[in-house]
């Protein structure tokens, strides 16, 4: 496939592309430690490239008509499979990246626990009314049941409040220990009881990568029948391959039911592309939705989306290709290696700490509060000064749980294959803002701050007007018009904590559409707008 010579027009177009991703944060160079996964081979990038160009133009939505995507995701659910030790029952698909694979998990279980626990089932229709029709029609008013409940540690993947939230389940938050963030099995196990739909764990949780006890919990949801979900989204294409794990966490585990692994992360592959696998095809079809009752062609989704574009595919299914077994395990002990020197020397900078035993390649640094307070480190404090060094890292808020002391606030750090080659600048960043701002209180300590918390609360009050949104963002220090942020996210960040949750969270909403909100366009050849 030869690549057609862009017109300048054209040429111009892909500047202004060019112009807009120097705003950016670098994805590539390990010096953004979330979010990205650089495995430090330039050719699997252009390898990636070249396969998702290569099916540019089909629709991933029939595999009838594009025999292909049938066959790479074959290929790409095989490997994937293989690595997680899955047997020949276990089936799935290809996802368009970790949250859709949750998503589908909640979805697919609820289904189940529908089927066993009413008359009629909210997915099939009602035949037994002449005046019900059959079809997607029926399924708009399913019955009324209890919502069953999806229990899970606090740690758990944000995709699991929002699959609770979209497909009506009630989460059950079990605490975690808050000095490891580590949850008990025992008291995961005393949340079991019929009204329990799924129950999740993680391979490792992603705020500080602990692994669940999975083995444990398993043994008691398989004798009481109820479903257990691994979230492997950000372990999956990992642990496979980390050195010196023993720990049975995948499909070795005769209670697990499901497991997610994300091919966006430590499959190097393009954003975005998901695995959900489950055991045995009567789950996995509780996973699909069809229709046939109405006048266009049959409607047969595995997935949430319809028509989506096979290129994030296509490039998984290029550099598992490419790299086999083989390649991911060394790639996979590469970023081992910078993991076991960053965490080894990070322990050692005074007033901070890695937060519990980390299992992969992620951990969080938290304040050390065995010395005295001034001579901790504040975590998001740290990543403001570490951004003035030209290394992002990712700021965590504490959280308050039920019967547990709250957890900590923390700094987040994904390590990667191009990390071992940096470790050493990474290091000294570090250092150097951990001794610019020890001591220095939390903002969460500033009496002013808390009182413009309890202004702020008492503004927002219902109905929230344009008005009281526009003047609490103005006190926050961020942009009314733009949502633009100010370069200290850590006071930002106090206030999320502080705030009630829904009044944060109307907030970070309102900075987030900002961004989106359509200004006027201008045309490459346009007259400049007048008024």
């Given at each position: 496939m030869t690549t057609p010579h862009l017109s300048p027009k054209a040429q111009a177009v892909i500047k202004q592309i060019t112009q807009f991703r120097e705003l950016d944060a670098p994805t590539h160079g390990g010096r953004v430690l979330s979010y990205v996964y650089d495995s430090g081979l330039a050719e699997l990038d252009e390898l990636a490239a070249q396969a998702a160009r290569a099916v540019q133009s089909v629709n991933g939505l029939d595999p009838t008509t594009f025999p292909s995507v049938a066959?790479?995701?074959?290929?790409?659910?095989?490997?994937?499979?293989?690595?997680?030790?899955?047997?020949?029952?276990?089936?799935g698909n290809?996802?368009?990246g970790g949250t859709e694979s949750c998503l589908l998990a909640v979805k697919t279980a609820r289904d189940l626990w529908r089927a066993t626990h009413q008359d009629t089932p909210a997915h099939q229709p009602n035949n037994t009314d002449p005046a019900t029709p059959s079809g997607a029609s029926a399924r708009t008013t399913p019955p009324t049941v209890t919502m069953p409940r999806l229990v899970a540690p606090a740690t758990v993947h944000a995709a699991f409040h929002k699959a609770a939230a979209y497909f009506d389940l009630v989460?059950?938050?079990?605490?975690?220990?808050?000095?490891?963030?580590?949850?008990?099995?025992?008291?995961?196990?005393?949340r079991l009881a019929d009204d329990v739909a799924l129950v999740v764990l993680s391979a490792p949780n992603y705020p500080y990568a602990q692994l669940d006890p999975i083995a444990d919990v398993a043994t008691a949801t398989e004798a009481a029948n109820i479903p257990l979900h691994v979230d492997a989204c950000i372990g999956g294409l990992a642990l496979p391959w980390w050195p010196g794990l023993t720990t049975p966490w995948d499909f070795r585990v005769p209670g697990v039911t499901s497991i997610s692994a994300d091919l966006h992360k430590y499959g190097y592959a393009p954003k975005g592309i998901s695995v959900i696998l489950h055991r045995g095809p009567h789950r996995h079809r509780h996973q699909y939705f069809a229709v046939t009752a109405?006048?266009?062609?049959?409607?047969?989704?595995?997935?949430?989306?319809?028509?989506?574009?096979?290129?994030?595919?296509?490039a998984a299914w290029a550099i598992i290709t490419y790299l086999g077994t083989q390649g991911f395990t060394d790639l996979t002990a590469a970023t081992h290696r910078a993991t076991t020197t960053l965490t080894t020397a990070l322990n050692r900078i005074e007033g901070l700490t890695i937060q519990g035993t980390p299992t992969g390649p992620l951990f969080a640094l938290v304040e050390d509060t065995t010395v005295p307070p001034n001579r901790r480190v504040n975590p998001h404090l740290l990543v403001?000064?570490?951004?003035?060094?030209?290394?992002?890292?990712?700021?965590?808020?504490?959280?308050?749980?039920?019967?547990?002391?709250?957890?900590?606030?923390?700094?987040h750090l994904t390590i990667t294959p191009v990390t071992e080659h940096h470790t050493h600048d990474l290091i000294t960043a570090l250092t150097t803002a951990a001794d610019t701002v020890r001591g220095t209180p939390s903002p969460l300590t500033d009496p002013d701050l808390h009182t413009r918390v309890t202004a702020l609360?008492?503004?927002?009050?219902?109905?929230?007007?344009?008005?009281?949104?526009?003047?609490?963002?103005?006190?926050?220090?961020?942009?009314?018009?733009?949502?633009?942020?100010?370069?200290?996210?850590?006071?930002?960040?106090?206030?999320?904590?502080?705030?009630?949750?829904p009044i944060a969270e109307q907030l970070l909403t309102e900075i987030l559409a900002l961004l989106v909100t359509p200004t006027h366009r201008k045309e490459p050849d346009e007259p400049p707008h007048t008024h």
């Open positions: 066959m790479m995701e074959r290929d790409v659910l095989g490997f994937v499979r293989d690595a997680l030790n899955g047997d020949n029952n276990v089936v290809v996802t368009s989460l059950d938050l079990v605490d975690v220990d808050p000095t490891t963030g580590a949850v008990n099995p025992a008291d995961v196990i005393d109405w006048p266009g062609y049959p409607v047969v989704n595995p997935t949430l989306l319809g028509s989506k574009s096979p290129g994030p595919l296509a403001d000064a570490a951004r003035t060094h030209g290394w992002i890292l990712q700021a965590q808020p504490g959280a308050h749980q039920r019967t547990q002391p709250d957890l900590p606030q923390s700094a609360i008492d503004t927002l009050t219902e109905p929230t007007t344009n008005t009281t949104l526009t003047t609490a963002l103005t006190a926050l220090g961020i942009n009314p018009t733009t949502g633009d942020l100010p370069n200290d996210l850590s006071h930002i960040l106090a206030y999320a904590q502080l705030l009630p949750a």
